[in-house]
């Protein structure tokens, strides 16, 4: 038995009896609840006669008891199992010393808890007790000797039972105030929804970005297109006027070819030409000659008229006139000569241009040449360019289309973040609203009165400190609007009247204890100073105070789980 106790129940290390060990006024209720049915005291020889009589008829009242867990088990019922809790439960109802009964009620409600009965079968387990006593005691007694004893176990079963009801209740109300407190606090943790929106809302930023440089991009492949397109036209028509200027200069080429044996008729036309005026000079020295010869003739005709006297005066002018006639033959043959010379001079250099002009055709037929080969290459050239800027065209019109894609995909991109940060914001409102519902029933479960140990105590401390987070959290998100007179100071809170009080005098010499007074009070101040700076519109001195609050309250935590870690180490 001492073996299944040791690992069955001590090893479960109950927090319930933590928490009952430390309940300071349970002692109190105890004594009321006795006074209540007239049990003052108890008896230790009665009490000692209890526990004779329990062990004497253990095994009857095991064996009903017994009986009474199998109808309530029904299918998977083990008689072993069951046997050594009855068991186990007798034995801690087998006490003498008063302080020590009182002990053994926590183990009995633990053991209630561990075997998962509800407390009614403890009332019918005592019944069961009293009547099997009651039996033997009449069998064996008379009854006006056993009344008085009966009487007393009747009281001390009723006061286990009301022991047993006010524990079980307690635990059953601190479980479910705990519970609602850790969901409370946790659920006040849920802090990443103001992050959440605030990412949502870069998102939402970026995508309009992002959708204006797309569109850009839109406008600059369209405007490359149509630049493209329009290259592609001017390069085809360049090409057409290229092709077009070979055709002409092929033709020039062809009609410069011609000239040039034009030329080179012209320079043997010139040539002979310059050979026939040699020939006139030789012509008009004979008639200079002939001119001399009658100029002589004239002179010698003019000297023999001369010497016939009368009769040769017609002859002497007759010789006259043939001289004149022949000084003026000799001045036009000069001036012929002269006319001739320069005629030649100008045939010499008509024929030099002629030379030069020809060398001159001669070269531009050849840069012709040069010119439509490298015309050619640029035809080519263009040809290869038309082509790319084709290519470049079609390229952006797929581009174009591909960016049109992307911007059909961005908007729904962008929809899809709008809705999401429509879901954030309504996914932080249920959020607060199932903390604010969760509070309520906390506080509605604190109107009950159960009383709680300082871990308890310390536990929803923790709750209510986090809560002004929260509150402050979800009053920059607009989900509450937080009063600056509903913000109590760190004397008023549940926190501050317990740090404050005689209670707590006995962690006073702890540093953790003396480390708490200013964080806390700076966390009251700073919660009211962040819902002053959002009621003033003054939205980023609030997020520094609720930054600065978050420091303060976790720092408060963290000192109040060492202060609860002390307690239980005690």
Known sequence: ????????????????????????????????????????????ELQAEFCQLIQKHQSIIEQRLLEKVKEIVGEGFQTSTWQQY??????????????????????????????????DWLIGATETIIDTIQEQLLSESDWRMVAPKLRYFQKLMMLCQMVWVEMYTTHLVSLFSNGISELVFYNAQIDQVKGLLESLDQQVQLSSGIQQMIQEINSAVE??????????????QSVSEAKKGQ?????????????????????????????????????????????????????????????????????????QEVRKLSEHSKESVGSISTIIQELVSDAD??????????????????????????????????????????????ANQEQAAATAQITEQNQKIDELIRVGKEKGIATGEAIYHLSTMSERLRKSIDQIGIQVNEKGLLNLAKTDHLLWKWRIYNMLLGYVQVDTDSIQSEKQCRLGKWYYSQQA?????????????????????????AAIAYSKGDLALAEQKLKELEGYSNEIIQLLDEIAQSIEEE
């Open 1 to 44: 038995m001492g073996w299944f106790w040791k690992h069955k129940v001590q090893g479960v290390q109950s927090k319930f009896i933590s928490e009952i060990n430390h309940i300071e006024d349970l002692e109190s209720k105890v004594r009321e609840k006795m006074r209540y049915i007239g049990f003052e005291e108890l008896n230790p």
């Open 86 to 119: 009855i068991s186990l439960f007798l034995n801690e109802l087998m006490v003498e010393n008063g302080q020590y009964f009182r002990k053994k009620q926590w183990k009995i409600v633990e053991l209630l808890l561990e075997t998962k009965l509800q407390p």
């Open 223 to 236: 405007e490359v297109a149509s630049t493209s397109n329009s290259a592609a036209d001017f390069s085809h």
């Open 247 to 319: 055709k002409v200069i092929e033709d020039a080429l062809q009609e410069m070819a011609k000239l040039e044996d034009q030329y080179e008729k012209v320079i043997v036309a010139i040539h002979d030409f310059a050979k026939k005026i040699s020939q006139m000079e030789s012509m008009i020295q004979f008639i200079r000659d002939i001119a001399d010869q009658t100029n002589l003739l004239a002179l010698n005709a003019n000297i023999e008229a001369a010497r016939a006297g009368e009769h040769g005066l017609g002859f002497s002018v007759v010789a």
């Open 349 to 394: 250099s008509i024929k030099s241009w002629i030379l030069e002009t020809g060398k001159i055709v001669n070269h531009g037929v050849q840069e012709s040449t040069q010119a439509i080969q490298q015309l050619v290459q640029i035809i080519d050239t263009f040809n290869q360019i038309s082509e790319s800027m084709q290519g470049i065209a079609a």
């Open 505 to 529: 005098s006995r962690f006073k010499n702890l540093t953790t204890y003396q480390r708490m007074e200013v964080p806390h009070r700076l966390v009251h101040q700073t919660a009211k100073e």
